[in-house]
């Protein structure tokens, strides 16, 4: 009996520690796939009008050779639902150890080359988020302000609509100006393989209000995560869509660094296109497609790295 109480021991022992040392802040962001979506609603206040917040991962795009994703988040006011704005497009990655980072930022615009690229890319939301009693400060030279984040707890309780959720973590960001005036502070709580459930800001003291999340769809585990950073196999995907007019999108993976070609040929095998030519870190990448000057007709496009070589069938209609 001692020996199975020793056994059982070790078991939970070594399953808390696995648990344990999952945890990293990609679990606490949004999960990165494309389609996922929260909506917030922040109700009438003293100064802000009735809203709905949408946030959510409508594609993706490869900056510097990598795939991030983009969030784009819009506003719609409760008292004209035609009057929406984007107020923010980012676009995030996860990296090998949980970190999620940032390589563009948008103003209310989903094209990235109108975007502000980063590059190294930033730390979003680091895994030090994890950690309560963590604080970082930086200087945003654009904008002349200084932002902190601070992580006051990591064992918060929220209520909102969408649900009660527990062990959130609770994280502050204060802005201020180049004389040290405070300009606002909100709140964010983050909740484990969710995201944001709840944000309160202040702009300043008197004028707070509160955005509480009311629906989400928030499918993503961390081994789907780390599936899609370090792939098991070279694969080249089917295009989507197929037929494609006037544009399509190729998705391929490849789990170590290589130099690695993307190309389309007509019926006769004649090179029409050179989608990618490019060493490639390890990883899960989509590029985009808009052909010129072809017509209507059947296409193949052929994924290549050292020996492996696979080639698929396109359709493009005029």
Known sequence: ?????????????LLTSETTLAQVAADYYFPLR???YWVYYAGNSSEWRARITRETIDGTDIISGREYHRVKGVDILDDNPSDSIIFHVLWLRQDSVGN???????GNSTNIDSAVLFDPPGLFFPNEFLNAGYSRESFDSSSGTYWQDSVLSTTETVNVTAGSFT???????????TLGVVTYVE??????NIGEVMRVR???VNQAHTNDLIQYNAVASVEEREADLIPGKIAL?????NPLDPNTTFEFSVPYSAHVTLKVFDLLGRDIATIVSQRLEAGTFVVHWTPSNLTSGIYFYRLQTGTFTETKKLVLLR
């Open 237 to 241: 995907r089917q295009n989507y869509p």
């Open 1 to 13: 009996m001692k020996r199975f109480f020793l056994f059982l021991s070790i078991c939970i022992l």
């Open 34 to 36: 494309v389609g996922n």
């Open 187 to 192: 709140y964010g709580f983050y909740a484990h």
């Open 167 to 177: 062990n959130c973590l609770k994280i502050r960001d204060r802005h201020k100006d």
């Open 202 to 204: 202040e702009i300043p």
């Open 100 to 106: 999620i980072l940032i390589g563009a930022f948008g």
